[in-house]
């Protein structure tokens, strides 16, 4: 049975509770942009706490600025916002076929059928590394001029996994997504600062009620 079916029921409940949310206004208030994946288990104002009203959330297969730029363009120049997230995440489809297989696929769904030779021109704006691929994507915002120039532009690997979100962009950022990926490696800075922690918080445990012990004795 096809889903649509159940769309009046679950509709009836988001009425009952919609509250005065038809009072919001067009221009996202938070004036921010955030471009990311199509993927069914991403659900931006969960993970980043944004509401209703607040953000304009632009969505592609990947999360692909180069896909989003007619939407960015809309929402900068006519409805405000000024500040451009880009996520891509772990686990994306993006990271797991080429333009050139997808068009096969496509073309051999229907053998000798012409009008299917279309797909040759569709870029399908594949990556084959995440991390790389969101730098790419701020650097081609960044350096676009249709993008306003003083606009704000963030990268971040969203993990699906675990529901947490590491910026790209800096020094912390780099080792947070090297921890997503490092499965408690040795050579993973965060897992040896854990560790390091770890043995000075149970010396400073041990020293402190040595300290104690022989404050009692005094
Ligand atoms: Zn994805």
């Given at each position: 049975m096809s889903v649509h079916r159940d769309f009046n029921k679950a509709n009836e409940a988001y009425v009952a509770n919609?509250?005065?949310?038809?009072?919001?206004?067009?221009?996202p208030t938070k004036k921010l942009a955030i471009v990311t994946c199509m993927?069914?288990?991403?659900n931006p104002y969960a993970h980043l706490g944004i509401n209703e009203g607040e953000a304009h959330i632009i969505r592609n297969a990947g999360g692909v600025a180069k896909d989003a730029l007619r939407s960015i363009i809309i929402s900068q120049r006519?409805?405000?916002?000024?500040e451009i997230a880009v996520f891509h995440h772990t686990g994306?489809?993006?990271?797991?076929?080429?333009s050139s297989h997808l068009q096969t696929l496509v073309k051999d769904s229907d053998p000798g059928n012409p009008a299917l030779e279309a797909v040759d021109k569709i870029d399908f704006l594949e990556f084959p590394d995440l991390e790389q691929s969101i730098k790419d994507d701020v650097a081609f915002l960044k350096e676009n001029p249709l993008v306003l120039p003083e606009t704000v532009v963030t990268g971040w690997v969203y993990e699906v996994e675990t529901g947490k979100v590491c910026p790209v962009q800096n020094l912390w950022g780099r080792l947070c997504v090297t921890h997503l990926r490092c499965s408690d490696s040795p050579n993973c800075l965060i897992c040896i600062w854990k560790t390091v922690r770890s043995i000075l918080l149970s010396f400073i445990d041990e020293t402190c009620h040595s300290h104690i012990g022989s404050l009692r004795h005094m």
């Open positions: 919609f509250g005065d949310k038809g009072r919001l206004a067009l221009a993927d069914a288990r991403i006519l409805l405000g916002t000024r994306c489809g993006m990271l797991t076929f080429t």
